[in-house]
Nanobody, 120 residues
Framework: QVQLRESGPGLVKPSQTLVLACTVSGGSITTNNYYWSWIRQPPGKGLEWMGAIAYTGDTYYSTPLKSRTSISRDTSKNQFTLQLSSVTPEDTAVYYC????????????WGQGTQVTVSS
């Protein structure tokens, strides 16, 4: 059973960089044919895919967020990390990490989500 767990600060000040980590257990982030995504849901809005890192280490980003987003991984910790720079209150959301399948594009495992609030 694959499990994902997000960790990071619940409160970030405007203009700072948000850093979240997703620790994976029950499966390796280098296993073929999977990619590891960050997805967020602002209050009252739908899910927004932010970006992903593939099992190869290649990264992919949502066009609107590309200039502010960086995803990296630490294979020794089986962990991948989101950095979102220059945050504003509009970045307030529940942030999720999830595993996606390359063949179908669907997500089969999700973390429980972590609330991030951007406020001074």
């Amino acid at each position: 059973q694959v499990q994902l767990r997000e960790s990071g600060p619940g409160l970030v000040k405007p203009s700072q960089t948000l850093v979240l980590a997703c620790t994976v257990s029950g499966g390796s982030i280098t296993t073929n044919n999977y990619y590891w995504s960050w997805i967020r849901q602002p209050p009252g809005k739908g899910l927004e895919w932010m970006g992903a890192i593939a099992y190869t280490g290649d990264t992919y980003y949502s066009t609107p967020l590309k200039s502010r987003t960086s995803i990296s991984r630490d294979t020794s910790k089986n962990q991948f990390t989101l950095q979102l720079s220059s945050v504003t209150p509009e970045d307030t959301a529940v942030y999720y990490c999830a595993r996606g399948r390359v063949d179908s594009g669907s997500f089969d495992y999700w973390g429980q989500g972590t609330q991030v609030t951007v406020s001074s």
